[in-house]
């Protein structure tokens, strides 16, 4: 997605080698008219899958999930990252390990919000090493879902997610793809829409 791409090279700010910042469009402050666009493009790739439900993970996810949402006239289902004592019943749970804050964390799926026989696409801002996107379509599919393709803000191409995720069967649909990135450089590879 060029405009996309545009964008992150003139906003986007390598923190180190391995981590992009992203917070003036994306993370912090949100671009809405991008998030419309990048919420078309997610939904444009995906019109072909009979997608029933958005899923996202809070909190960066639901910007572009919401857009996307709304371009496939779906509902959203947004998973939490905590436990909360309203969260207790229904639920689904599993263990997510997070590279960018080297903790782990309670992914949370409210049970009756994802329905058997749904069509999920998956929405996510980032995809490093496929954590959060595992562990998001475990959920899924333990709620008798599917996960029909998992859309991703932007990839980082040097990371091994891509390859995790479609090693087990998933279908990757990323908008940007930062193949290399450093202090004064960011590179892309070819994306998927
Ligand atoms: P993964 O689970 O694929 O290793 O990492 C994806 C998750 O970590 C995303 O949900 C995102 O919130 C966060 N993340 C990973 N890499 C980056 C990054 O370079 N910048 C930002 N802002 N978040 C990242």
Known sequence: ?????ERILRDGRALNADVLLVDS?????????LMAAVGKALAGAA???GITRVV???????????MTAMA???????????????????VLQTEVFSFTKNAAYQLTLKKRFVLPGDRVLLVDDFLARGEAA???SKLIKQAGASVAAIGIVIEKAFQPGRAVLMQK????????RVAKMG??????????A
């Open 1 to 5: 997605m060029k405009q996309l791409e």
């Open 25 to 33: 469009f994306l993370n912090n402050q949100v671009d809405a008219p």
């Open 47 to 49: 019109k072909e899958l």
């Open 56 to 66: 996202t993970i809070e909190s960066s996810g639901i910007a572009p999930a919401v």
């Open 72 to 90: 496939l006239d779906v509902p959203l289902v947004i998973l939490k990252k905590s436990t909360s004592r309203i969260l207790k019943d229904d």
């Open 134 to 136: 595992q562990g998001a």
């Open 169 to 176: 069967g998933y279908r990757v649909i990323s908008l940007a």
């Open 183 to 192: 202090e004064d450089c960011i590179e892309f590879a070819e994306a998927d």
